[in-house]
């Protein structure tokens, strides 16, 4: 075997090392931030929950009642990571239609002002709700984002937190 061969078996090896080390430390990463919300295997249904909207209705979320499937986004205003992410979750929303229930769920704020500020950078045609210790205890809320699938037999199907980009969302809603 010639040394060129060689050499380049050794660079193949080396970066097939290095990619499966990052892979394995974006699922350790992952695993970590998710180990203390909801389980998708043991919870027999999503938690329940009514939250007044931003427009003051009373918004319930019956997950036994639901007819389709349901991505629930929690945010808090202040969270960077939130901005960058919402307006993938209203892009999604603006390109399937209906065909999914919405919502976004505001945590960790003082003043419905400080809602309608961050709403004010994004245009937004998901149903925004305030929400409360009730809700974020429920849920299991750690961190912001976070984000629960839950399908229209109201279990749930799929959590994450963090950033994600509208193909993971389209991939953890099966679109």
């Known amino acids: 075997m010639s040394e060129g061969i060689k050499k380049k078996k050794l660079k193949l090896l080396e970066w097939s090392i290095q990619v499966t080390l990052l892979i394995s430390i974006f699922f350790a990463i992952t695993w970590w931030q ?3 919300m ?3 295997e043991q919870e027999p249904l999503a938690p329940a929950f009514s939250l007044v909207s931003m427009q003051d209705r009373l918004i319930q979320f019956i997950p036994e ?3 389709k499937k349901t991505l629930i986004y929690f945010f808090a205003t202040w969270c960077s990571v939130c901005h960058a992410s919402i307006d993938n979750i209203e892009d999604i929303k603006t390109s399937i239609g209906n065909s999914v229930n919405f919502y976004a769920i505001a945590l960790d704020w003082q003043t ?7 709403l004010a950078q ?3 045609t998901i149903p925004v709700l305030l929400g409360d210790q ?4 429920k849920y299991q809320i750690s961190g912001f984002p976070s984000y629960y699938v839950i399908d229209k037999n109201g279990k749930l199907t799929s959590k994450d937190m963090g950033y994600t980009t509208e193909l993971g969302m389209r ?5």
Request: charged content about 30%; glycine content about 4%.
């Open 65 to 67: 009642q639901q007819s």
């Open 112 to 118: 419905k002002g400080e809602v309608e500020n961050f």
């Open 134 to 137: 009730e809700v974020w205890q």
């Open 122 to 124: 994004h245009e937004l």
């Open 34 to 36: 998710q180990r203390n």
């Open 38 to 40: 909801l389980s998708t």
């Open 171 to 175: 991939f953890r809603l099966r679109l």
